[in-house]
């Protein structure tokens, strides 16, 4: 198989999928703060994806976003209400319309996304003050993560194809925001995961890896390897941010 790859999608130029991808407009900025490791892991994974799918977002790599002067022009315009995905107790559930339309005052509300492993969340969010200091927001899934090929670890765990999918539901039905393309996000993540059990089937087909998917019983769970966005109904011990 060709292995030039897509600088778009980042997947191999033969299995692109740029085609079959409608960026759709929202009023929310998603903002997708990726770890490095994720970015080399992940570069394929659904991160990217999901940013090209939404029209109105941006990808940053890095640990320090403290330092990262596009990141803090985005929290300090006055003309924007961010606030920071991560659940737990101070977080408020958008699911629940815990953040009405009339508190943004006109302001655009900017999503930050800590698209990493729980250990990778945790650093990014310990070497930027910055981030810690925002706002945080939540939501509740309307379904468990379709994942088949990762093995989640627990209920929760969810692709970034589906946490930007349960956003928009959960900011629709707050007012905050439209979602014009509903099924998008979702048919995407099955096709992908479609292709990929086929590659997971066939020992010939490497799929977009080097190297060939494990079988199942080859599979295992490492903790660093989950990822970080929990479903707020079950979430793993928050990580601590000392
Ligand atoms: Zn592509």
């Known amino acids: 198989m060709s292995r030039l790859t897509c600088y778009r ?3 191999p130029q033969s299995l ?5 991808i409608t960026p759709m407009p929202t009023r929310t900025r998603f903002v997708f703060l990726m770890h490095p ?4 892991h992940e570069k394929a994974g659904t991160g990217r994806l999901t940013h090209l799918c939404l029209g109105n977002s941006e990808i ?3 640990l320090n976003f403290d330092a990262d002067g596009a990141v803090q022009e985005l929290i300090t315009d006055p003309a924007n209400f961010p606030v920071l995905v991560y659940p737990g107790p101070a977080a408020r559930n958008l699911t629940t319309g815990a953040l009405a339309p009339a508190e943004l005052g006109g302001r655009r509300l900017v999503l930050f996304l800590l698209d990493g492993t729980w250990s990778g969340a945790r650093k990014m969010l310990r070497l930027s003050p910055s981030l810690q200091k925002l706002p945080r927001v939540m939501f509740t899934p309307t379904a468990p993560s ?4 990762k093995q989640q670890p627990q209920d929760g765990c969810l692709s970034t194809l589906e946490t930007a999918h349960e956003l928009l539901l959960a900011l629709t039905s707050s007012g905050l925001d439209t979602y014009p393309l509903p099924a998008q996000l979702l ?5 992908m ?3 990929q059990m086929k590659c997971a089937a066939d020992p010939a087909l490497a799929g ?3 190297r060939a998917f494990r079988t199942p019983e080859q599979r295992v769970l490492s903790p660093n390897r989950r990822r970080y966005i929990p479903a707020p109904s079950a979430p793993p011990a928050p990580p601590s941010e000392k």
Not at 146 to 149: A, D, G, P, V
């Open 9 to 11: 999608c980042f997947w």
């Open 16 to 20: 692109c999928w740029c085609a079959s």
């Open 37 to 40: 490791k994720e970015f080399k």
């Open 60 to 62: 940053h790599m890095g």
């Open 146 to 149: 379709r994942f088949l090929i």
């Open 187 to 191: 048919d995407l993540f099955a096709r």
């Open 193 to 195: 995961q479609a292709f």
């Open 208 to 210: 977009y890896r080097r």
